[in-house]
C-alpha cells in the first residue's frame, strides 16, 4: 500500500523558515516524480512544485520561486520542501503527492498524504 | 500561464439529478485535463484523467468530456457519498500546472 506522510509543519513568524518532509512507503519512489500541493484555509489547491525522479527537471509555482526548494533523497524514500522567506499567504496545508504517467503529457496526481499544516503568523 | 476557470462556484442539486461542472482554460491544453474530488479534511482523490478516462474504482456515473478549452464533468446520478469539492487541473504545461477555483457540491 503507498503511504506518504508528511510532517514538519508548524508555527512561524513571517520572514522565517520552515522545512517540510515528506516520507514515502509502499512502491518505488526513486522511479516517480512528486509533486506539493497547498491549500489554503478555506480555499483552493494551488500546485507548488514538482520535481522529476532524478531530481533533472525541477518546477515552482511563481508564487514560490525563490523563495521555495524542492529536493529529494531517493535512498531514504524521502521529499523535502524548504521554505524561506514565509510570507502570510503560504498559510496552508502542505500535501505530497505522487505522479501517475499514462503518457509523457498525460498524468495526474494519484496517491497524497494527510497534509502538514503551515502557519505564518506573527 | 494556463488559467482554468471552473464554473459554478457552487451548486445544490436533490439526489438522483444529474449534475455538470465546466472548466475552462484560457488557451488550448488539448486532452490534458484531470479531475479531482476533495471531501472535506480530506485529501483530493483523481476521478478522471486525460478529460475522459475513469481512474480504476470510480463510480461510472462518474464521466468528463471535452478538449481544447472547454471541458465538463457529469455526475449522471447525484449520490448523497458525492458531496464534495471538485477541481479540474490542466497537466498541458509541465513547468506549471494550474488547477481551478473548485466546485463546491451540496445536496438540496
Known amino acids: 500500500e503507498v503511504l506518504l506522510v508528511e510532517s514538519g509543519g508548524g508555527l512561524v513568524k513571517p520572514g522565517g523558515s520552515l522545512r517540510l518532509s515528506c516520507s514515502a512507503s509502499?512502491?518505488?519512489?526513486?522511479?516517480?516524480?512528486m509533486n506539493w500541493v497547498r491549500q489554503a484555509p478555506g480555499k483552493g489547491l494551488e500546485w507548488v512544485s514538482s520535481?522529476?525522479?532524478?531530481?533533472?527537471?525541477?518546477y515552482y509555482a511563481d508564487s514560490v520561486e525563490g523563495r521555495f526548494t524542492v529536493s529529494r533523497d531517493n535512498a531514504e524514500n524521502s521529499l523535502y520542501l524548504q521554505m524561506n522567506s514565509l510570507i502570510v499567504e503560504d498559510t496552508a496545508v502542505y500535501y505530497c503527492?505522487?505522479?501517475?504517467?499514462?503518457?509523457?503529457?498525460?498524468?495526474?496526481?494519484?496517491?497524497w498524504g494527510q497534509g502538514a499544516l503551515v502557519t505564518v503568523s506573527s | 500561464d494556463i488559467q482554468m476557470t471552473q464554473s459554478p462556484s457552487s451548486l445544490s442539486a436533490s439526489v438522483g439529478d444529474r449534475v455538470t461542472i465546466t472548466c475552462r482554460a484560457s488557451?488550448?491544453?488539448?486532452?490534458?485535463l484531470n479531475w479531482y474530488q476533495q471531501k472535506p479534511g480530506k485529501a483530493p482523490k483523481v476521478l478522471i484523467y486525460?478529460?475522459?478516462s475513469l481512474q480504476d474504482g470510480v463510480p461510472s456515473r462518474f464521466s468528463g468530456r471535452g478538449s481544447g478549452t472547454e471541458f465538463t464533468l457529469t455526475i449522471s446520478s447525484l449520490h448523497p457519498e458525492d458531496v464534495a469539492t471538485y477541481y479540474c487541473q490542466q497537466t498541458f504545461s509541465d513547468s506549471s500546472l494550474t488547477f481551478g477555483g473548485g466546485t463546491k457540491v451540496e445536496i438540496k
Open positions: 503527492a505522487t505522479t501517475e504517467y499514462r503518457s509523457p503529457q498525460a498524468y495526474y496526481f494519484d496517491s
Open positions: 488557451q488550448s491544453i488539448s486532452s490534458y
Open positions: 520535481i522529476t525522479s532524478s531530481s533533472t527537471y525541477i
Open positions: 486525460v478529460a475522459s
Open positions: 509502499g512502491f518505488t519512489f526513486s522511479s516517480y516524480t
